[in-house]
């Protein structure tokens, strides 16, 4: 048992620095994120780019760059300052079954609560219990839906308390929270606990972590 666990702490120390590289930034999602210095800029790009983070890395990068680039320098002002002629730049954007009426639903979402709810950091904040930020998923998804929307959009952010692995909320969950000193996580919400973060298994993931 001992060997064993030798064995898997090689393992994940090798997987470590791999990963948590900022040479892994470059070809990863995260990237997107890293385009920004003010903490509402990151928070809302960073958000976005790991809804749609499922499918080919190098299209999730090229169509989260597509979706933001008509936000201008800021997607935080976009989110609370737009008009809604301003929202025809999103015409035809697509990104596997995320479409562009999904994505004007993640825009209204986002603007009520950086205008109403303290913003994504606020709810997480609020709703985080002492080991677990798996009832704040859920709670933000209740929050982000108390907007006129279609019920379609809704799959689009999942729900742990509903079943779903959540692994790309609790990516983007990493990416905010997560804080070391090698420059791929940001660690911006200093009022969470890394230990409280959750590393979701689905069938795949499941099957190579039991490998």
Request: net charge neutral; charged share 25%; with cysteine.
């Amino acid at each position: 048992m001992e060997q064993d666990l030798k064995e898997l702490k090689a393992f994940l120390d090798e997987k470590v620095a791999q990963y948590n590289n900022p040479k892994f930034i470059e070809a990863d999602p995260i990237q997107i994120p890293h385009s920004y210095t003010v903490k509402e800029d990151i928070e809302i790009s960073g958000f976005l780019a790991a809804t749609i983070a499922w499918g080919n890395r190098t299209s999730i990068v090229k169509n989260a760059k597509r979706m933001l680039a008509p936000m201008g320098e800021s997607p935080y002002d976009f989110i609370c300052n737009h008009r809604e002629h301003h929202l025809k730049r999103f015409d035809g954007f697509v990104h596997r079954t995320f479409n562009s009426l999904d994505l004007l639903t993640f825009i209204e979402g986002l603007k009520h609560l950086y205008k109403d709810k303290n913003g994504l950091e606020g709810i997480f904040v609020k709703y985080q219990t002492h080991d677990s930020l798996q009832p704040a998923i859920h709670e933000l998804k209740k929050e982000f839906f108390n907007i006129p929307h279609l019920e379609r959009t809704r799959k689009h952010l999942s729900d742990p308390m509903t079943g779903s692995a959540a692994k790309r909320i609790n990516m983007f969950l990493r990416w905010m929270v997560r804080r070391d000193n090698a420059g791929v996580d940001f660690g911006i919400w200093k009022n969470i606990s890394p230990s409280i973060l959750s590393c979701p298994l689905d069938v795949h993931s499941g099957n190579v972590a039991r490998e």
